[in-house]
């Protein structure tokens, strides 16, 4: 299953206290250590896009807290630090209204900043007080709600009707496995393939109304918003295909307007079903498409290769 939303709170550790002591012989000075710093949470971008699914079982993150301070002025030592993997394309945004994005394999930024130590009583020592007898307490980590969204980075989108042979197109023009099925929402999350080295993204089939909920609705729309290329999809067993675009259009300009003047290919797919008499939506070309046609999936592959 994907995991591409979850909410987290991330605690960075608590600084060590630091400590109150003496030399043992009598009048020692003070020889208290300090406290180690509280250890710090850092998102790190990963390929894998299904890290998010350990926030499911893992909703409070913390790293470890520094150690007190030691006598003879050894410090505590440092508390570990937390490293979350967060697939790329995750947009993180704090309660507080910050927003950041993982967008390459290996980027990391800091979450959450640990506590720093208390100092000991040694470091408070001065001619007017030799025997200091308090140390510092240690500070609080950091702590901050997180919400994750996952936009996946992908170069090219599928989309359409339901049932439109979306998932079938991918599966043969990719690597990917997905599911396929003579019914309506077949997909029910985001299917991923590669062609060439570009991301192709297969997202579930849109009907009228998604907006306001109906079928999966536009929840999967975000995937597709950073693809430069969209393959629309439209059956040629359809009574109406003009129609069964502008549907999807109008889906895809509620969702986001901007997703109208991305550059798309219109395809009409299942072409061995019926006769071909659509050439054309507006001044854009329509071309045909059927698995069963070996010729015309390789043609598309050209096209794709090029765009
Ligand atoms: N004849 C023919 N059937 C096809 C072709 N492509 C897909 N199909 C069939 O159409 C049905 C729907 O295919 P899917 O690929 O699951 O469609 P989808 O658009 O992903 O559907 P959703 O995930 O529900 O949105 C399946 O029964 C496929 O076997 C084609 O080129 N020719
Ligand atoms: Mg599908």
Do not use: W
């Not at 200091?132 to 599928?158: N, W």
């Not at 918003?225 to 999807?248: G, M, Q, T």
């Not at 008499?277 to 015309?296: A, H, M, N, T």
């Amino acid at each position: 299953m994907l995991v591409d939303e979850a909410e987290i709170i991330v605690k960075a550790g608590h600084g060590g206290p630091g400590r109150v002591s003496f030399r043992s012989k009598k009048g020692g000075g003070p020889n208290g250590g300090d406290g180690g710093r509280g250890g710090d949470i850092y998102a790190k971008a990963v390929t894998d896009i299904y890290a998010l699914k350990q926030f499911l079982s893992k909703k409070i993150c913390q790293a470890e807290d520094g150690q007190d301070g030691g006598v003879e002025m050894r410090s505590g030592a440092n508390g570990k630090d937390l490293i979350l993997t967060m697939p790329v394309g995750t947009f993180l945004t704090s309660e507080e209204g910050s927003e950041n994005e993982l967008i390459k394999e290996g980027q990391e930024f800091l979450l959450a900043k640990g506590g720093l130590g208390g100092r000991g009583n040694a470091s408070f020592r001065s001619p007017s007080n030799t025997t200091p007898k308090y140390a510092q307490k240690g500070l609080d980590g950091q702590e901050k709600h997180l919400l994750l969204k996952l936009k996946l980075i992908a170069d090219i989108g599928l989309i359409g009707l339901p049932n439109a042979g979306k998932s079938s197109l991918l599966n043969e023009i990719t690597n990917a496995n997905a599911k396929i099925g003579d019914y309506p929402f077949t997909t029910l999350e985001p299917n991923l393939g590669v062609l060439n080295g570009r991301v192709l993204a297969d997202i579930p089939g849109l009907i009228e109304g998604a907006s306001e909920g109906k079928g999966l609705g536009h929840k999967f729309l975000k995937h597709i918003e950073k693809v430069r290329l969209l393959l629309h999809c439209i059956s040629a067993e359809s009574d109406n295909p003009v129609r069964d675009y502008e549907i999807v259009r109008t889906e895809l300009k509620k969702f986001n307007p901007e997703l109208l003047n991305k550059r798309e290919i219109i395809l009409l797919t299942k072409s061995d079903l019926g006769e071909i008499k659509l050439k054309k939506i507006g001044r854009k070309e329509v071309i045909p498409v059927s698995i069963y046609d070996f010729d015309s999936i390789q043609a598309l592959t050209k096209i794709l290769s090029d765009n």
